[in-house]
């Protein structure tokens, strides 16, 4: 596709639900990342995939949070028994090579959990 | 700590005037520093990178300079319009996987 697409674009979740983020990365790019965003923050590194193998986790918050890119290509974040805390934007990234210096982001996913 | 830190407050200023954002760093040796704009409800867009042998760095009206001893980068845009509002975030390369983001300042430019 002509860029990174995420979808939903809004999910709300009641506390306790499970939820799951995809992720479809321009065609061809390496890397991917997904990043946690909270109102009036900056981006917060979760994890990266160069490929299908996950190479980094060591930002994701929880063991309830759990990251695939199975084939190399699209990627789903899953966060298991949700929590007010976990209410954030999600972004995904991707970068061409694993030469990573220039990210392509999606819109991200808002996730609310009541 | 690590820290990376930009302008908290939102920059005002008039269109035809030059916007100068700042970013200032701590305990990190960043290999680059990006730019990257970010509207509302939208994800960031790449703007500028600059290397750290790399003193300054244009496109177009945008001009980014870097000065590791000061740790400082300094985002310039010229001849400022309405369009140009926006949140913009700072990022240093760290040469790992990671790249990590300042909190971003927001700017308004008045017509």
């Known amino acids: 596709g002509a860029g990174v697409s995420q979808s939903p674009r809004y999910k709300v979740a009641k506390r306790g639900q499970d939820v799951a983020l995809r992720c479809d990365p321009i065609s061809g790019h390496v890397s991917l990342f997904w990043y946690q965003q909270a109102l009036g923050q900056g981006p917060e590194f979760l994890t990266y995939?160069?490929?299908?193998?996950?190479?980094?986790k060591s930002g994701l918050p929880s063991d309830r949070f759990f990251a695939e890119r199975p084939e190399g290509s699209v990627s789903t974040l899953k966060i298991q028994r949700t929590q007010q805390e976990d209410s954030a934007v999600y972004l995904c990234?991707?970068?061409?090579?694993?030469?990573?210096?220039?990210?392509?982001f999606g819109s991200g996913t808002q996730l609310s959990v009541l | 700590s690590q820290k990376i830190e930009q302008n908290s407050e939102a920059l005002n200023i008039q269109e035809g005037k030059t916007a100068t954002l700042t970013c200032n760093y701590t305990n990190y040796s960043p290999a680059y520093l990006q730019w990257y704009r970010q509207d509302p409800g939208r994800g960031p867009v790449f703007l500028l990178l600059?290397?750290?042998?790399?003193k300054e760095k244009r496109k177009e009206r945008l001009k980014v300079t870097f000065d590791t001893t000061l740790k400082q980068s300094l985002f310039h845009i010229t001849a400022s319009q309405p369009a140009d509002s926006a949140t913009y975030l700072c990022?240093?390369?760290?040469?790992?996987?990671?790249?990590?983001f300042g909190a971003g300042t927001r700017l308004f430019v008045k017509a």
């Open positions: 990022a240093l390369g760290t040469g790992g996987f990671k790249t990590i």
């Open positions: 990234a991707s970068s061409l090579s694993s030469a990573i210096e220039k990210l392509f």
């Open positions: 600059i290397r750290e042998n790399e």
């Open positions: 995939f160069q490929n299908e193998a996950q190479l980094d």
